[in-house]
């Protein structure tokens, strides 16, 4: 049970009696569905929350009288489980109710006084680490042999001996608790798998969330990943330039061919957060990190670099610089070739060479300067920022990464409605089209150029070519196959978006927005616990962010309004709410709270979300106002609009000639 559903009422449904309770924390909610799925697939029912919890009860009756109708009680074992009140009181509960523990452990983390009172002398099976076809068997097997009366304990070990260890019983009492200890690689942390290279090898899939299996991480040798350098200087007001220096940095790595190297995005999570070398190291799926730190005082900088082996902690490589400002450029690329030549590195397939971006320092601090508050992602960073870019840009005309900057400014300026489309396309285009004139090579103007074709032209096969182009230059920048998917899917090529959203998690494993999407995708294409499996993800990156709408979006197309409407506690936008309530309530027959919900929807959503209005009329069948709506949508160029070729939630809609007509009218193939 997910700690943090604990104390929430819920809506009433009919009480359900399981045969398994599932005891879980929060933190592996994704592997504990999976396993959810594995049991109930063989006809095991399980009650798992908040999917299972009774409407309008409190969580912690509905979790007592779910422990005390159940026959056996299927614990995820890991340091989460280990470290949280709720589940200690499950496994208490359900030792002294006699009630039979499968505890899978997916983790090596030491048991606590507690756990180890209740464990520590049960049966264990250890099962082949990293089999997870065996290891769904074992527990379906020892689920129905505690659901069997006359069951034998052990008697279906001898036929899986090649996967078990010498078996030991022990009664404590009057019952048998009995742990099977399955030793699993956490299903969702598929990040750690095999990193696609940049060039041929980037062609294979990334099984960023792959379908029924679960992971061994391979970490290649010649992988590192950038930590964000720390800011030494006297004032600490030098933090954009010690980021600056972790991202050209990145920048220029990713470009050797032979070398793997994660996004900004996931280099830069683990800034401020407890977490060792080694911790980062195992997330990110390389063997070494290269950080240090940036003393600037005037025009005068002190960088400190090292390279360090994750495994052992063994500094690989290590240097000072005390350089004149003006001379920065070299330092990177002396770092650059450091780490290159101790990695044993070939450069014959593409190097980390490049044309120095300017020359007039002044304008690159300004620059960086905008960089960082683009980073940040207030109304007034932004404003902020583009003021830094046109004066970087006024010091000097020829530097072609800040004219891009400026575009990218632009575009995310008018997606949030800081300035109008009018002012939004005349700036951007004349930006980006000076980047590109200055250096026509450049991937991320390429890049840039691509967002601003799509969100301010929708002109989606112009951004479909930009965006081929930036990957082409770079097979390495993680973000450009976040935007080519996005395109791909507005064109209706779901299969080689996903695959692209696959290959983008794989060089930026730590891109929440990449894992809902993903998760959506996922989600519509009917496969629920791997869409489950990414929407928790993003939800423990940015759970600011990613609330848990996904959770109950995917019950509904599971058909489980019930379940939906037990997530609405931890959905924070009242237009998601009304929603999903209007969803859930008609498919319970509850068509008066339905029409409510309905009208809070129009009410919150009619002025900033038309879109989801009618997204959600065209799953209720009513064509006609999902037609209006979506008509309303297009006046407003709603950007919720620009998915509807691949979004099946208007399968609906697609069999009625005005669908057609409306795609032409978007700039769509039919």
């Not at 951007?428 to 089209?433: S, V």
């Not at 068509?591 to 919900?597: E, R």
Request: charged share 25%; glycine share 4%.
């Amino acid at each position: 049970m997910a700690e943090n559903d604990r104390g929430q009422p819920a809506a009433r449904a009919e009480t359900f009696k399981a045969d398994v309770f599932i005891s879980y924390a929060s933190h592996d909610a994704p592997l504990a569905n999976v396993i959810v799925d594995a049991l109930e697939m063989h006809g095991i029912r399980c009650w798992i929350a908040p999917r299972n919890v009774v409407p309008g009860s409190l969580y912690a009756d509905e979790i007592i009288r779910a422990i005390n109708d159940a026959n056996v009680v299927v614990l995820l074992l890991s340091e989460h489980a280990i470290a949280s009140s709720h589940v200690g009181k499950e496994i208490e509960r359900a030792s002294s109710k006699r009630r039979r523990i499968i505890a899978l452990r997916i983790d090596s983390a030491s048991l606590n006084r507690a756990f180890e009172y209740f464990l520590s002398e049960s049966q264990w099976i250890d099962l082949h680490a990293g089999d997870a076809d065996a290891a769904a068997a074992q527990l379906t097997t020892a689920v129905r042999r505690h659901l069997e009366p006359s069951a034998v304990i052990g008697a279906h070990i001898q036929s899986n001996k090649r996967f078990l260890s010498p078996v030991r019983t022990v009664r404590r009492g009057k019952w048998l608790v009995t742990a099977v200890v399955v030793v699993l690689a956490l299903a969702y942390v598929t990040v750690n798998k095999v990193w696609l290279s940049k060039h041929a090898q980037v062609e294979d899939p990334a099984a960023a969330i792959a379908p029924t299996s679960i992971a061994i991480a391979v970490v290649p040798q010649k992988s590192v990943a950038v930590l964000p350098f720390v800011d030494m200087s006297e004032k600490k007001d030098q933090a954009y330039f010690a980021d600056g220096l972790s991202e050209e940095l990145i920048d220029m790595l990713t470009k050797i061919s032979d070398l793997q190297v994660p996004a900004r995005t996931s280099s830069f999570y683990f800034r401020d957060k407890q977490a060792t070398i080694a911790d980062i190291a195992k997330a990110l799926a390389v063997a070494h990190v290269l950080e240090g730190s940036v003393r600037k005082s005037g025009k005068t900088i002190r960088i400190t670099a090292q390279l360090v082996r994750a495994d052992n902690g063994y500094h690989v490589w290590s240097e000072t610089y005390d350089r004149q400002i003006d001379d920065i450029f070299k330092v990177q690329d002396d770092i650059a070739g450091s780490v290159v030549k101790s990695l044993k590195v070939s450069l014959l397939a593409g190097g980390a060479s490049r044309s120095i971006p300017t020359t007039n320092t002044d304008a690159y601090t300004s620059y960086l300067q905008a960089r960082a508050l683009f980073q940040r992602g207030s109304a007034d960073d932004y404003r902020n920022a583009y003021e830094h870019l046109t004066e970087a840009v006024a010091l000097d005309p020829a530097f072609a990464a800040a004219w891009s900057e400026i575009a990218r400014v632009r575009v995310r300026q008018y997606y949030l409605g800081q300035i109008t489309l009018t002012a939004a396309r005349a700036e951007a285009h004349r930006a980006i089209g000076k980047a590109l004139q200055l250096d026509p090579q450049l991937p991320e103007a390429h890049l840039t150029r691509g967002r601003v074709l799509y969100f301010l032209d929708w002109d989606w096969q112009g951004a479909d070519t930009e965006m081929k182009t930036s990957l082409r230059l770079d097979p390495g920048l993680g973000e450009s196959y976040r935007w080519a998917a996005m395109t791909a899917g507005t064109l209706g090529r779901v299969d080689e978006a996903e695959d692209l959203l696959r290959k983008a998690l794989a060089l930026d494993p730590m891109e929440a927005f990449t894992y809902i999407t993903l998760s959506d995708y996922l989600r519509q294409s009917g496969h629920w616990p791997e869409a489950t499996k990414a929407g928790a993800r993003a939800h423990d990156l940015m759970p600011s962010i990613f609330d848990n709408r996904y959770v109950a979006e995917i019950a509904l197309s599971r058909g489980d309004p019930q379940a939906a409407l037990s997530a609405l506690p931890r959905v924070n936008s009242p237009i998601e709410v009304a929603s999903i309530k209007a969803r859930a309530f008609r498919a319970l027959g509850r068509n008066q709270d339905a029409a409510a919900a309905l009208t809070e929807l129009e009410k919150t959503a009619a002025a900033d979300a038309p879109a989801e209005i009618a997204r959600v009329y065209a799953l209720l069948g009513e064509r006609d106002l999902s037609f209006k709506w979506l008509d309303h949508s297009y006046e407003v160029r709603d950007p919720n609009i620009v998915d509807i070729k691949r979004d099946r939630d208007f399968d609906a809609l697609r069999s009625d000639p005005r669908y057609v007509r409306f795609l032409q009218k978007m700039n769509l193939p039919p």
